[in-house]
């Protein structure tokens, strides 16, 4: 079986070949999109660190640095950027003194669901050529993708 094409019955290490062989490509292509549909002109990181916020609010400034896979240090300087400009706040933990919690403001939720519901249509667009047979398998596969690694969060990795 040769990988990128499509098979029935195909092993378990293929489809995760796959996998990681699609998942970069539609991301890096979700990235691209939102940053050029974003009319404040934020960056990916930007972008990134409100789409984290609005899944986790309160989140800590090292919550967000380990989901940007930066350190605190650079998620400080991106935290205050999106401060400056009205998109998130921050406030002190009232239980633990040095710790900061983030959170979105209303300007921040309007930029990024406009950037996301800019891209969402964009999205539906490309897959309109599809048949809706084809849709329906690509709903399917996603479903069962989400909830494979859906048990995988805020798990150990584990082998």
């Not at 293929?14 to 050029?36: K, N, Q, Y």
Request: hydrophobic share 35%; with cysteine; charged share 25%.
């Amino acid at each position: 079986m040769t990988l990128g094409k499509t098979t029935q019955g195909g092993t378990s290490e293929e489809c995760a070949a796959r996998v990681m062989e699609t998942i970069p490509l539609v991301m890096r292509f979700i990235r691209a999109d939102m940053r050029a549909n974003s009319a404040a002109s934020l960056s990916i990181p930007q972008l990134r660190s409100l789409a984290f916020l609005n899944r986790s609010p309160g989140a800590s400034l090292s919550d967000l640095a380990d989901h940007l896979g930066v350190t605190c240090a650079t998620a400080s300087a991106t935290v205050e950027r999106l401060v400056q400009r009205n998109l998130i706040k921050r406030a002190d933990d009232p239980q633990e003194r040095r710790r900061v919690l983030l959170n979105l403001t209303e300007d921040g939720r309007y930029h990024l669901k406009q950037s996301q519901d800019q891209t969402r249509a964009h999205i539906t667009d490309l897959l309109q050529g599809l048949t809706q047979e084809q849709v329906s398998h690509i709903e399917e596969g996603l479903a069962l993708l989400k909830n494979v690694f859906e048990q995988t969060e805020n798990k150990p990795t584990q082998r």
